[in-house]
Nanobody, 119 residues
Framework: QVQLVESGGGLVQAGDSLRLSCAAS????????MGWFRQAPGKEREFVAS????????SYADSVKGRFTISRDNAKNTVYLQMNSLKPEDTAVYFC????????????WGQGTQVTVSS
């Protein structure tokens, strides 16, 4: 069973940086797409970034393009989200998710980690 555990959230000031980690286990992740999503209070969950584990191909939401970088470490089975130039509107619970390469829906989710950006 695939398990995803996020870490690295916290309280930072606008303009600061933060790196989230997602430790993955229980699967052969070269066949997966890994994603980061976020959900702010009173809002729907939204896509942030994704990476195809085997190729490293990445995709980003327009709101984070140029500020956030998704990457993976094959040896550690870990996906990262480097967040720079953080803004108060980036405040949300961030979730790591995984889906099989040929599937559209993310079937596996982590528990989430809180990121709060103060102005």
């Amino acid at each position: 069973q695939v398990q995803l555990v996020e870490s690295g959230g916290g309280l930072v000031q606008a303009g600061d940086s933060l790196r989230l980690s997602c430790a993955a286990s229980g699967g052969t992740f070269r066949n997966y797409v890994m994603g980061w999503f976020r959900q702010a209070p009173g809002k729907e969950r939204e896509f942030v970034a994704s990476i195809v584990w085997s190729s490293g191909w990445t995709s980003y939401a327009d709101s984070v393009k140029g500020r956030f970088t998704i990457s993976r470490d094959n040896a550690k089975n870990t996906v990262y989200l480097q967040m720079n130039s953080l803004k108060p509107e980036d405040t949300a619970v961030y979730f790591c998710a995984a889906r099989m390469l040929l599937n559209q829906e993310y079937a596996y989710w982590g528990q989430g980690t809180q990121v709060t950006v103060s102005s």
